[in-house]
């Protein structure tokens, strides 16, 4: 039967001679902008995969309705296009790549805090810098659970204070070792 056919007229007409009559009718494809002629049986098969100004949703779940002719260059704009973190290959979505940058990228290049000129490749190499190595870091004397009162000295300033208080801090330690329990009630 016609309707069995799947065509646009479908079901319309009792005599099959008829129906093919009208399918094989040159028609226009209704879109704005197309206005490619073909056999009205063609034209659910044109608009379902040939026509250039049908709309669709974006292939990259952004939600816009975009005709097939300009997809290409959406797809090159679209926020929600994937693409590669230049540092780490991580693939994020274009809006969410600044994000990504500061707080899940394991190797975006990040300033020292403190200034001292070093550029650290992420978060975990940065505090281990700043932990660890960077001069700038404030930092206590080693003899201040002892009580000497050198706190916040930059790192890079604290073995020339060690060497000068040398004698200072024999005397601290000399001190705890006459009168534990004093320091401890301090």
């Known amino acids: 039967s016609a309707a069995g056919r799947g065509g646009l007229t479908a079901g319309v007409f009792n005599d099959?001679?008829?129906?093919?009559?009208?399918?094989?009718?040159?028609?226009?494809?209704?879109?704005?902008?197309?206005?490619?002629?073909?056999?009205?049986?063609?034209?659910?098969?044109?608009?379902?995969?040939?026509?250039?100004?049908?709309?669709?949703?974006?292939?990259?779940q952004c939600q816009s309705r975009i005709r097939r002719c300009d997809l290409a260059a959406h797809r090159a704009a679209c926020r929600e296009r994937q693409v590669a973190c230049v540092f780490c290959s991580a693939s994020v979505?274009?809006?969410?790549?600044?994000?990504?940058?500061?707080?899940?990228?394991?190797?975006?290049?990040?300033?020292?805090?403190h200034r001292c000129g070093r550029v650290l490749a992420g978060h975990q190499r940065l505090h281990e810098h700043v932990d660890r190595?960077?001069?700038?870091?404030?930092?206590?004397?080693?003899?201040?659970?002892?009580?000497?009162?050198?706190?916040?000295?930059?790192?890079?300033?604290?073995?020339?204070?060690?060497?000068?208080?040398h004698s200072y801090h024999l005397q601290l330690l000399w001190q705890q070792q006459q009168h534990p329990h004093q320091q401890q009630q301090q």
């Open 16 to 60: 099959l001679a008829t129906e093919r009559e009208v399918q094989q009718l040159t028609v226009r494809c209704p879109r704005t902008g197309c206005g490619a002629a073909m056999e009205l049986g063609g034209l659910r098969s044109h608009l379902a995969t040939a026509c250039q100004f049908v709309e669709e949703l974006c292939p990259e």
């Open 93 to 113: 979505p274009y809006r969410q790549l600044n994000f990504h940058y500061l707080f899940g990228c394991s190797n975006f290049p990040m300033p020292c805090p």
């Open 133 to 165: 190595a960077c001069p700038l870091t404030l930092v206590l004397c080693p003899f201040a659970s002892f009580g000497c009162p050198a706190a916040n000295r930059h790192r890079r300033d604290l073995g020339r204070h060690v060497a000068e208080a």
